[in-house]
């Protein structure tokens, strides 16, 4: 605390009371300078007066280019993450192209590896736009709030209002893609972290309690799974088609294979077994397939055994989960960790190393999972329809014990999102469930109504973010200040 002013040291002494601790500008707007008298002596200084005016209007300029700075900052670090993020998988899609060679470019319909590198690349300005107008559009109208009604009347719904008008922003990914997947995904989220407020409050405290079932995540991953899975096999047109070439890949089946599991599941009649012949063969294997089969085993791995298959998938299995999993380790450690990637570069690289290599156990076993129950069932009851395959996917969840604890409720909600939305295009499929044509966009919808219960969640309820999520919100829109640290807080 600095003395009292009692007009004979001049005017910087005289000036210590209105930029010290007693009070000042800080942004608020109750601070009312006289040019006549100090605030804090009464006494009259005109010289004095005119030098702290000067100051209060540079005190402002600093506070206002602080604020526009933020706003900047904000955005440009919002498309570094969202072109990051989408330049890194397109990066990692293309190279597989080129891996392949001529051969993937040279069937019919495939996109030339030059339109890919077009594509990728613009889809990476998009989700760069995307993350990083999402990012200066919520900091800006919080700003502008602030400045406007006060930064503590309007803390309790300012993030709320702020996030819901930058939700919108999703529409700069394409005016006609739909994100219904990303949309769903990021309102579990906010569930999540609706849920985690309401587990710590008084009065939701005991509805919210079923919550914390410590196994919750991984009931939710069989859950999803038997959703998932079973559409991948039984009604494909039900998947985003990214995913169902996600689902493609790491499956290790042709889509001849995935027919005839499909005709057989359903009561079907076999419409290409000279397909799945052919394509044995053209692997080295000549296998005879039965028409009047009950089970599809000898669909799904010919001459082998149930067993042999198991393991041998597996094996192939990891192998392809590995490229999946260095750059969801890799490229997060680089931002998250870039200042310390010098100092403590073996420490952050073995377990990045650790870490793919977990993910990809998990990833290969369960996999290997949807064969091996599938199998299971069908040998044990000699026989194969839709509640069986129902019911042999539902545990390909329990590979999720494998991963680490804090990714177990990140890998289930994204599957949820994609079971839900599954699902739901099952439902309307099959004519159970009317088509809402009214909302052309209700992803975006979603999206925004989402975002407003996180960025609320982000600066009310801090606590219910893990730390690695809560640091890189903190990086990209700026440590939101705590109510005691706020101007009025201070004066009073």
Not at 160 to 187: D, F, R
Not at 217 to 222: K, N, R, S, T, V
């Amino acid at each position: 605390m600095f003395p009292p002013c009692d007009g004979t040291d001049g005017p910087t002494d005289c000036c210590r009371c209105f930029s010290g601790d007693n009070g000042g500008f800080h942004g608020d707007s109750r601070t009312v300078w006289d040019e006549k008298n100090c605030p804090h002596c009464g006494k009259s200084d005109p010289s004095s007066s005119s030098y702290c005016s000067f100051l209060s209007s540079d005190s402002r300029y600093g506070k206002d280019w602080e604020k526009l700075r933020r706003c900047v900052a904000a955005a440009i670090k919002g498309f570094a993450i969202g072109a990051g993020l989408k330049g890194g998988l397109a990066a990692f899609s293309i190279l597989a192209r080129l891996r392949r060679g001529r051969s993937s470019s040279a069937k019919a319909g495939a996109v030339p590896n030059s339109e890919a590198i077009a594509i990728g690349i613009k889809e990476t300005l998009r989700y760069g736009l995307f993350f990083g107008t999402f990012a200066g559009t919520f900091v800006s109208i919080d700003e502008c709030i602030a400045a406007l009604g006060g930064h503590r009347r309007t803390a309790k719904w300012r993030a709320l209002l702020a996030g819901l008008i930058a939700g919108p922003s999703m529409l700069l990914t394409g005016p006609n893609t739909q994100h219904t997947s990303l949309a769903i995904y990021i309102l579990m989220r906010a569930a999540v972290l609706a849920s985690r407020c309401g587990i710590k409050s008084k009065r939701f405290g005991r509805i919210c309690k079923p919550l914390t079932w410590a196994h919750g995540d991984i009931f939710l991953m069989c859950l999803s799974s038997s959703q998932i899975l079973s559409a991948y096999l039984l009604e494909r047109d039900s998947l985003p088609r990214s995913y169902k070439s996600f689902l493609d890949k790491h499956s290790g089946k042709d889509s001849v294979i995935l027919q005839g599991i499909k005709e057989i599941a359903c009561g079907m009649p076999f419409t290409n077994l000279e397909g799945i012949e052919k394509y044995y063969k053209s692997k080295g294997v000549d296998i005879k397939l039965d028409p009047q089969m009950k089970v599809p085993c000898s669909i799904i791995h010919e001459h082998q055994s149930c067993g042999a298959h198991i393991i041998s998938f597996f094996i192939q299995a990891y192998g392809r989960a590995l490229p999946v999993y260095v750059p969801v380790y890799f490229i997060p450690a680089l931002i998250v960790h870039r200042l310390d990637l010098l100092k403590r570069s073996n420490t952050i690289c073995g377990k990045g190393l650790l870490g793919t290599a977990r993910s990809s156990l998990f990833l290969s076993a369960y996999c290997s999972s949807v064969w091996f129950w599938t199998c299971f069932l069908f040998r044990i009851f000699k026989w194969c329809n839709i509640p069986m395959v129902a019911m042999g996917t539902f545990p390909t969840g329990l590979a999720l014990a494998i991963e680490k604890k804090s990714r177990r409720m990140e890998i289930s909600l994204y599957c949820f999102a994609r079971a839900i939305e599954s699902f739901f295009m099952c439902m309307v499929k099959a004519g159970l469930l009317p088509w809402p044509k009214r909302v052309k966009r209700a992803d975006v919808v979603i999206f925004s109504l989402s975002t407003a219960i996180i960025m609320h969640c982000y600066a009310q309820e801090r606590e219910v973010f893990r730390s690695k999520y809560l640091n890189v919100l903190d990086w990209v829109f700026g440590v939101p200040p705590m109510t005691c640290e706020t101007p009025r807080c201070k004066n009073s």
